[in-house]
């Protein structure tokens, strides 16, 4: 029997659950599907960062709007989700950095998010804990902060439940039939649904689903590697970063400190895992003792990825297809994608349901990988084009 909604979500992580919560609380009928549980994949792997600064400065209306939403988390969802409003550094070492930094600043305070930048010493009195080099340079934020990926999607989904949204999970989507009524999908575990609006929220594995509805996207499957020490003394409460990427660390109030190392790696052949390259973690530890001495004798306990969808442009693709009426996308986090979850999920539910969004979502048209794409310098700085290597 076929099971008839307003709107049918295919993927369950961050991007899917926001839009199903938004889309119920506009009053539509939503049926969430997932091939296997929310917020398994990308939206439960990721690092937690809800970074503002250093985002591409047309980014900052959807950021902001959806950091608003993370400060909210609770009244939003009904759940905690370890939101702390930590505060963020970015520091550069290099004349390059330093220029990046000024400038990143620059596009924050256009955008209205506070900033504070410190050097000399000013910086080795705000940071002791630093083994500050001459000539580093660094931008503090306080808005900035960090969540417990693990807790956000099922926290989202169950607040979609309540108000009245449907979840079919371990249900992988593997048809899809368009016809005048709109979409029929089903799938070995899935039951038929249909819906007059698709909602294209399938992460990493998004392209296939554009593919069937003839647009093409150059969607990249990678992830960083994350590495996790043994819990000690909780000495450092923002997160950290160097504008170079050597650096990338936050400490939870456990008392463990989680990196993250680039380049990204790309995913196996298969698309559905990252390895983390052994070499990654040990280049990854020898900077942090480089730039935090007391951490030089940190035992990493663990090791993670993740499969990300990336773009060329580092942005998402976000709103109608261009070519189906009714198919609306929501994927491509690029790596920042767990931040603007809430933004992402809010104002596709305004087009879905014909209104005007908040934020204008025409710079993330689908429709821009057929004209003039402009390749991030995060893209080709940030990537290791030989993926995995076996031999280390
Ligand atoms: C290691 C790592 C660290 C990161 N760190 C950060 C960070 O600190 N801050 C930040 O802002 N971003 C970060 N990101 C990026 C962020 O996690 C993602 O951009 C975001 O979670 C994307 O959410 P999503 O819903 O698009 O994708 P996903 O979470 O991957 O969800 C897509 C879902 O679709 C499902 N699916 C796919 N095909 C089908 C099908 N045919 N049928 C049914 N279901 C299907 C999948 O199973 C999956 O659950 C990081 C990413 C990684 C990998």
């Known amino acids: 029997?076929?099971?008839?909604?307003?709107?049918?979500?295919?993927?369950?992580?961050l991007f899917g659950a926001f839009t199903g919560l938004f889309l119920t609380r506009m009053g539509k009928r939503v049926a969430l599907?997932?091939?296997?549980?929310?917020?398994?994949?990308?939206?439960?792997?990721n690092f937690g960062k809800l970074r503002l600064q250093g985002r591409a400065i047309e980014q900052y209306p959807l950021s902001l709007a959806a950091q608003s939403h993370w400060e909210n988390f609770e009244s939003l969802t009904g759940?905690?989700?370890?939101?702390?409003?930590?505060?963020?550094?970015?520091?550069?070492?290099?004349?390059?950095?330093?220029?990046?930094?000024?400038?990143?600043?620059?596009?924050?305070?256009a955008c209205g998010l506070e900033v504070e930048v410190v050097e000399g010493e000013a910086l080795r009195r705000k940071m002791p804990w630093l083994a500050a080099q001459d000539g580093m340079i660094a931008s503090c934020s306080?808005?900035?902060?960090?969540?417990n990926p693990r807790l956000g999607t099922p926290a989202v989904?169950?607040?979609m439940l309540r108000g009245g949204g449907v979840l079919f999970d371990n249900a992988e989507v593997t048809r899809i039939a368009?016809?005048?009524?709109?979409?029929?999908?089903?799938?070995?575990?899935?039951?038929?649904?249909?819906?007059?609006?698709?909602?294209?929220a399938a992460g990493a594995w998004a392209a296939a689903i554009c593919a069937q509805f003839g647009e093409e996207v150059p969607l990249i499957a990678a992830g960083p590697p994350q590495f996790v020490t043994e819990p000690l003394p909780y000495t450092l409460r923002p997160s950290l970063y160097t504008i170079e990427g050597d650096l990338l660390l936050r400490q939870i109030p456990r008392g463990n400190f989680i990196f993250a190392g680039y380049p990204r790696t790309l995913a196996n052949a298969d698309g559905e895992h990252t390895l983390v390259p052994p070499q990654k973690t040990l280049a990854g530890m020898r900077s942090v003792a480089r730039k935090l001495p007391f951490l030089r004798h940190?035992?990493?306990?663990?090791?993670?990825?993740?499969?990300?969808?990336?773009?060329?442009?580092?942005l998402p693709v976000l709103g109608p297809?261009?070519?189906?009426?009714?198919?609306?996308?929501?994927?491509?986090?690029?790596?920042?994608?767990?931040q603007i979850a809430p933004a992402v999920g809010e104002n596709l539910a305004y087009q879905i349901c014909g209104r005007p969004p908040p934020v204008d979502l025409t710079r993330y048209s689908i429709g821009r990988f057929s004209s003039n794409l402009v390749v991030s310098e995060k893209m080709t700085s940030e990537f290791d084009p030989s993926g995995y290597d076996r031999r280390c």
Not at 33 to 45: F, K, L, M, N, P
Not at 80 to 108: F, H, V, W
Not at 184 to 190: D, I, N
Request: hydrophobic share 35%; aromatic share 8%.
């Open 178 to 200: 368009h016809g005048s009524n709109g979409f029929t999908l089903s799938g070995p575990t899935l039951d038929t649904v249909s819906a007059p609006v698709l909602v294209n």
């Open 33 to 45: 599907v997932e091939r296997g549980h929310v917020g398994a994949q990308s939206s439960g792997a």
């Open 321 to 338: 297809s261009q070519t189906t009426p009714g198919l609306f996308h929501a994927f491509g986090g690029s790596g920042g994608g767990f």
């Open 142 to 147: 306080t808005r900035c902060a960090v969540a």
């Open 79 to 109: 759940e905690g989700c370890e939101y702390d409003r930590t505060g963020m550094i970015y520091l550069a070492s290099s004349p390059d950095g330093r220029q990046k930094l000024l400038k990143y600043a620059q596009n924050s305070l």
């Open 1 to 13: 029997m076929t099971q008839s909604f307003d709107a049918v979500i295919v993927g369950g992580g």
């Open 298 to 314: 940190a035992e990493v306990i663990r090791v993670w990825s993740g499969v990300e969808g990336y773009l060329p442009d580092m």
């Open 157 to 159: 989904v169950r607040a």
